[in-house]
């Protein structure tokens, strides 16, 4: 069966300070590959989409980045946090591009 | 832009209790609608997918339709217990290939 890890589970950083976000998937391969993040009382907000390794897609510019290195890597990066980066991230994957999409627990950042 | 809204944001229902619970979207050209449950501070759980050409799918408990036309989708429960207690989110992938989210609905089972 698959399964996706995301890590770590809370995170409390300064502002200017930079950030990795890691999620892994196991028991595929070649998944699409998904960053959200998710505001308190509002919808998810999809950041960054990979259908292959070294492919990014980015649906919003901000102060975030994301990359591929491995197939079943995602990783999520600032080099320099802002307080409004403070939220909770989600990974995801799915098979195809209209198949269900599996998430991860998520990333509680707090940027202070 | 596809919109997705779902009301009430809110809902307080007693245990044994079947419920409805509503998700709208602005554009009917979408590939599917999915249905997601998620518990505080986790992630979302997969309930259902319903592909564009189908009315509903039905999984112990929950079932859920959708009439792509008038851009409506609703997760029925039956028999509500405390343990659905959550905030469920609908989802549609839309003609971008892209999902758009509702805010989500969440829901007490009151024991």
């Known amino acids: 069966s698959q399964t996706i890890h995301q890590w770590p589970a809370t995170l409390v950083q300064p502002v200017g300070s930079p950030l990795s976000l890691e999620c892994t998937v196991e028991g595929t391969s070649n998944p699409n590959l998904y960053w959200y993040r998710q505001a308190a009382g509002r919808g998810l907000q999809l950041l960054f989409y990979s259908v292959g390794i070294g492919q990014i897609s980015s649906e919003v510019p901000q102060n975030l980045s994301a990359s591929r290195p491995q197939d079943r890597q995602f990783i999520l990066s600032s080099k320099k946090l802002l307080l409004s980066d403070s939220g909770f991230y989600l990974c995801?994957?799915?098979?195809?591009?209209?198949?269900?999409?599996?998430f991860g627990n998520g990333t509680r950042l707090t940027v202070t | 832009k596809q919109e997705v809204t779902q009301i009430p944001a809110a809902l307080s229902v007693p245990e044994g209790e079947n419920l409805v619970l509503n998700c709208s979207f602005t554009?009917?050209?979408?590939?599917?609608l999915q249905w997601f449950r998620q518990d505080p501070g986790k992630g979302l759980t997969s309930l259902l997918l319903?592909?564009?050409?189908?009315r509903e799918q039905t999984s112990g408990r929950l079932n859920a339709s959708l009439d792509k036309s008038s851009g409506r989708s609703t997760l029925y429960i039956a028999a509500s217990q405390p343990g659905d207690s959550a905030t469920y989110l609908c989802?549609?992938?839309?003609?971008?290939?892209?999902?758009?989210f509702g805010s989500g609905t969440q829901l007490t089972v009151l024991p």
């Open positions: 554009d009917s050209a979408i590939y599917n």
């Open positions: 319903i592909q564009s050409s189908q």
């Open positions: 989802a549609v992938l839309g003609s971008a290939r892209q999902l758009t």
């Open positions: 995801a994957w799915n098979r195809q591009g209209d198949s269900p999409l599996h």
